[in-house]
């Protein structure tokens, strides 16, 4: 070898070195490049939620009452409502008057006794002599073409409906609601726990003219207290009132001429006073602040007797004293509570504390912007406070995302994933816990399938086949793991699925015949091996006297299963296995993802497991049947152990696959969430789910950035496998010897 | 001198033919092989001393292609007569292999193979044996503080007379050994031989090797094959002294081979 080709040689060999070294960090490197992309997109899910202070701005105190604020999402236009019935809009940055708008009374002279602000900037405004009238302040955007295209927001005030002084003259507070077909609700509170309902309905009469219906009830009830709080629910046809004595009472108003007064509840034994009531967002839960500080929520559940009843089912924060006022967010189930010395908000489905500022600021009255990430609050000494809120994802924690939820309309608490709903004021119910249960279900009952079958055929190739045999069935296996899973999961939900469904006496009665046909061949084998012609099978073939075996049992039972059910399960297996069992039988279960899946799984751990038992050198089985071993002590004592880290590798590898496997489940288990053990219901795993709903999450939103972290946890699942896997497969290694 | 006749005899083959598929490996041997002695097989390599070592146990049954003819006697009874089990016939013919392949299990465990794999139970007989065989193969000493160590953790001269003593633990009439030296060091060959000088004492051995003095030094009888054929054989001391072959003289004096 001469000096320049062993320079060649030697370079070669660096550079070999070098791009494999490359190549192998390269995929080091994607791998966990891929890991950190899923759990960037994931992680701000638990970023902390965060109040900033924007602007103070300090009004005439001495001048002015208050008697109603608000300002616009854009945190630029604010206006206050004065005791005489002047609006004045004002720049929330340095508190400039921007504009001004002289009273409206319905009469001349009147001026606002009480005032009420609820939902997108509506204020029921309850005047000197009684009357009522429903406004709306609205601010919109707006582009100035004569001033450079300059961007201004435009405010109006829209009157909305005006009640009449209700027959038994001025009311303490009143509320009122407008719903959309144009019903208007009103209620009056008067000393001495007198109620009354005012409702205006405007229909058209045949004519097409308008025709007002005014109805005006009492609404009478008993109570050891006096009523302390209302809320009205925005259509109004809902009412909940709290007294001083701990009661919750509520009516629903829908009929006029007789509301119903539903239930009055003890909501607590040590008869605290409530003092602040207000709806969480969609109207089913009511938020009671009490003088203790405590601020609970409550929806009506169903009890013993079947009847809905108020009851608490979440528990939120405590205030140092009483609670002042209560508001929900219009965005989601977060309450925002106002005690002595702060606000604090709390999201109510997982009871999570989310955030508490603004102490120390002498705050007493607070309002939110119509998109609910901003917060307007008025101290004693009259100055206006705004907070910009950044909360994220209120809704995800890891108590909602692994742990038991009460949902609204629950009547307990569940694991749950419904991540959309018909309505804007759902509650987003984010479990993982059944898609993970799911996800290990589904493989469960693959591998409960897949692994006995891989294994033992692979100790039949390797051990027990004629070599020439082998040749065939190995690639023909191989094979199977080519075919797209979707058709594996197209045949298995719109094949089998149907198939089995309407054979199942067939399918259980075939579970029993195929061992026990399979049992009394091989007794009859066991004469008949000596006989000069199946000798020659014993070797190799005995597959071939099986098969017709096999195939004969499965035909007995699908012809005996429809009598089979008639005679014993009058008829109808699946409505027998509801009524008796207590099982709902779904055409997509686990029998039919075992098979399919059992499909994808095979050819990899068969595979697998085939090589290693194939591997098991020569010598040792030649040492073991030189000693008087019979084949299949062989197999059992010598060639299994010694091949042991590889069929236990093609089965972690299998595990491996079913986890991860996403076509064949989301076309063959029907994708409901549910997590129930049964074999004859389908499940929803991790995969399906991503592949499901990750078209229809908005980018960056809570479900969006909530099936990012499942696909972390599928990863870290398949991860913490194949390390187990990896470890246990070391070990036997070191137990086994290498070869 | 193929007509020698030893006294005693254990195994007696006679006109024994094998065959690969079609082509034929050994053409008619008869050879008889005494009781508790030493008979060693030499001949060039691809003579077929190993495949006719094979036969005496039967395991060159496990090449699918492969067919028999003739008898091979144990004790009288033809081995290749449908009645015989093989499985007993193999646990009279103990083998010990070229390369040592003690089973990835512990010592223990290797030696009483072949009486777990026979259904035996006892755990006061398990002991009894692991010593007498280990001793029997000389390899108590090295191993008896860690019976229950892997196997595989052993030197290859150790792993070899584990490989011994796992195959007289059943208590075998012949034992037979295919080049168990061969990929031994020199020292441990030496051991190796030394242990078969101490196992004829109970043993019937048939040793197949490559190497001349290593014959003359353990065999009593040694057996010459040239391509498929038994070309001389005699006690040992007479057929290297005096070969009465012109054949076996080229190969022991290393002419070819």
Redesign the interface.
């Known amino acids: 070898m001469n000096a320049a080709f062993l320079k060649k040689v030697k370079r070669n060999d660096q550079l070999a070195r070098w791009v494999i070294t490359v190549g192998g960090m390269a995929i080091i490197f994607s791998v966990i490049f891929i890991l950190v992309l899923i759990a960037k997109v994931s992680l701000p899910l638990f970023l902390a939620p965060k109040a900033q202070l924007q602007q103070v701005v300090q009004l005439d105190r001495a001048n002015e009452q208050i008697v109603t604020f608000g300002h616009d999402e854009y945190m630029e236009t604010a206006y206050r409502l004065l005791d005489d019935g002047t609006t004045v809009f004002f720049n929330l940055e340095d508190g400039s008057e921007i504009d001004r708008f002289e009273p409206d009374p319905p009469a001349e002279g009147l001026t606002p006794l009480t005032v009420e602000s609820f939902g997108r900037l509506r204020q029921a405004i309850g005047w000197s002599d009684g009357q009522l009238t429903v406004s709306q302040v609205r601010f919109k955007p707006f582009f100035d073409i004569n001033n450079n295209n300059q961007r201004r927001i435009d405010h109006e005030i829209i009157p909305l409906a005006l009640f009449p002084t209700p027959a038994d003259g001025i009311p303490l507070i009143s509320q009122a609601r407008i719903d959309e077909e144009g019903r208007q609700t009103r209620v009056n509170r008067y000393p001495g726990n007198h109620l009354t309902l005012q409702v205006r309905e405007v229909s058209e009469n045949f004519l097409g003219d308008e025709e007002i219906t005014e109805t005006e009830t009492t609404l009478s009830f008993n109570s050891s207290g006096t009523l302390t709080t209302l809320i009205l629910s925005a259509a109004g046809q809902h009412l909940y009132a709290g007294t001083d004595r701990g009661e919750l009472l509520r009516w629903y108003l829908s009929d006029t001429e007789e509301p119903k007064l539903i239930e009055t509840v003890q909501a607590f034994a040590d008869q605290r006073s409530i003092t602040a009531l207000n709806l969480v967002l969609g109207d089913v839960s009511l938020a009671v602040g009490d003088e203790t500080g405590q601020v609970s929520t409550w929806f009506p559940v169903r009890d013993e007797m079947g009847d809905k009843k108020l009851k608490r089912i979440h528990t939120l924060s405590q205030h140092n004293g009483a609670v002042q006022k209560i508001l929900p967010s219009p965005q989601d189930k977060s309450v925002i509570s106002l005690g002595p010395n702060k606000l604090i908000l709390d999201l109510m489905t997982s009871e999570r504390f989310l955030l508490a500022f603004g102490e120390e600021e002498g705050l007493i009255d607070f309002r939110l912007s119509t998109r609910g990430d901003s917060i307007l609050a008025l101290t004693k000494e009259g100055r206006l406070l705004s907070w910009k809120l950044d909360i994220p994802h209120p809704e995800i924690s890891l108590g909602t995302l692994f742990g038991k939820v009460w949902y609204e309309g629950y009547d307990e608490p569940v694991y749950a994933w419904q991540s959309s709903s018909a309505s804007d004021d759902y509650e987003p119910k984010l479990s993982l816990a059944p898609l993970i249960f799911g996800t290990l279900k589904g493989t469960f009952y693959a591998m409960l399938f897949a692994v006995p079958l891989a294994i033992f055929g692979a100790i039949y190739t390797s051990q027990f086949a004629?070599?020439r045999l082998r040749e065939w069935i190995k690639p023909a296996v191989e094979v199977m793991a080519a075919i797209p899973t979707v058709i594996i999961g197209f045949l298995a939900a719109l094949w089998l699925a149907p198939l089995i469904e309407r054979s199942l006496g067939g399918v259980f009665l075939s579970l029993i015949l195929l061992p026990a046909a399979l049992m009394l061949s091989i007794l009859a084998w066991q004469g008949a091996r000596k006989i000069e012609p199946l000798k020659r099978l014993e070797?190799g073939f005995e597959f071939l006297a099986i098969a017709p075996i096999i195939i004969l049992t499965i035909a007995i039972a699908a012809a005996c299963g429809p009598g089979l059910e008639n005679l014993f399960f009058a008829g109808d297996l699946k409505q027998w296995l509801f009524t008796e069992m207590g099982t709902r039988y779904d055409p997509r279960n686990c029998i039919i993802i075992a098979f399919a899946m059992g499909f994808a799984v095979i050819p990899i751990t068969f595979t697998i497991a085939e090589d290693s038992l194939s591997n098991v050198?020569n010598?040792?089985k030649?040492?073991?049947?030189?000693?008087?071993?019979?084949r299949w002590?062989t197999v059992w004592?010598?060639i299994l152990?010694?091949a042991s880290p590889g069929i236990f590798a093609g089965t972690m590898i299998g595990f491996g696959r079913a986890v991860g496997e996403t076509m064949i489940v989301l076309m063959a288990t029907g994708n409901t969430a549910i997590m129930d053990l049964s074999i004859f219901n389908g499940m929803r795993p991790l995969s399906a789910n991503i592949a499901v709903e990750i078209p229809e999450a908005p980018v960056d939103g809570s479900l969006y950035r909530t099936l990012f972290l499942s696909a972390v946890i599928l990863f870290v699942m398949t991860f913490v496998v194949n390390t187990i896997a990896e470890i246990v497969r070391q070990r036997l290694r070191a137990?086994?010897?290498k070869f | 001198m193929t007509d020698y006749k030893p006294a005693n005899p254990v195994l007696e083959v006679q006109d024994l033919r094998f065959y690969y598929g079609d082509s034929r490996a050994i053409h008619g041997v008869d050879i008889t092989f005494p009781e508790k002695q030493v008979t060693a097989l030499i001949g060039p390599s691809g003579c077929g001393k190993s495949t006719l070592l094979r036969c005496f146990?039967r395991?060159n049954d496990?090449i699918?292609i492969s067919r028999v003819e003739g008898k091979v006697l144990l004790d009288g009874q033809n081995i290749y007569d449908k009645s015989t089990d093989i499985?007993?016939?193999?646990?009279q013919v103990?083998?010990v292999?070229q390369?040592s392949?003690?089973?990835?299990?512990s010592i223990y465990e290797n030696v009483i193979?072949?009486l777990?794999?026979?259904g035996e139970k006892d755990k006061a007989l398990f002991d009894e044996r692991v010593e007498t065989s280990l001793r029997g193969a000389a390899l108590w000493d090295e191993v008896k503080d860690r019976l229950h160590d892997?196997a595989?953790g052993l030197s290859g001269g150790q792993m070899q007379r584990l490989?011994i003593a796992?195959?007289i633990a059943?208590n075998p009439k012949v034992i037979l050994m295919d080049e168990p030296c061969s990929a031994l060091d020199p020292k441990s060959t030496a051991r190796v031989e030394e242990l078969i000088g101490e196992l004829r004492k109970n043993f019937t051995i048939i040793i197949v090797t490559h190497n001349m003095q290593q014959a003359a030094r353990v065999s009593d009888n040694t057996a010459f094959l040239f391509e498929g054929n038994l070309i001389e054989y005699g006690p040992t001391d007479q057929l290297f002294v005096k070969p009465q072959n012109k054949q076996t003289e080229d190969y022991i004096t290393g002419r070819f081979g």
């Open positions: 004629r070599p070797r050198p010598s040792l030649a040492a073991s049947l030189a000693l008087g071993a019979s002590q004592r010598v152990p010694s137990k086994y010897g | 146990n395991m496990l699918d499985i007993e016939l193999r646990r103990g083998m292999f390369k392949n003690p089973f990835p299990k193979y072949g777990r794999i026979a892997s595989l490989c796992r195959a059943v």
